[in-house]
């Protein structure tokens, strides 16, 4: 099992940034995989980025080049940077992580973009 939890979500001002956190626990050894998703309300949860173990990173189109995404490997901690702010980007940000053919969740931050 792996626990989740993570921080540093909030308002903020479009144009602005902010930081997530996300520290994993338990059987950290097994995870191969670590990101995050989005979701707002009336739609998907969707991928916003993610990286493996060996620093392969994935993201979604419409967060290139504003987020990026980081693993302290040693600290079982994957972090989120999030700049230039859209509106759009409003949404419950979930960390997850990857074992195998399980998926693990956080219980999600919230992000709140402001015009």
């Known amino acids: 099992q792996v626990e989740l939890v993570e921080s540093g979500g909030g308002l903020v001002q479009a144009g602005g940034s902010l930081r997530l956190s996300c520290a994993a626990s338990g059987r950290t050894a097994s995870i191969n995989a670590m990101g995050w998703y989005r979701q707002a309300p009336g739609k998907q949860r969707e991928l916003v980025a993610d990286i493996t173990s060996g620093g392969g990173s994935t993201f979604a189109d419409s967060v290139k080049a504003r987020f990026t995404i980081s693993r302290d490997n040693a600290k079982n901690t994957v972090y989120l940077q999030m700049n230039s702010l859209k509106p759009e980007d409003t949404a419950v940000y979930y960390c997850?992580?990857?074992?195998?053919?399980?998926?693990?969740w956080g219980q999600g931050t919230q992000v709140t973009v402001s015009s």
């Open positions: 997850n992580a990857r074992s195998g053919y399980n998926y693990y």
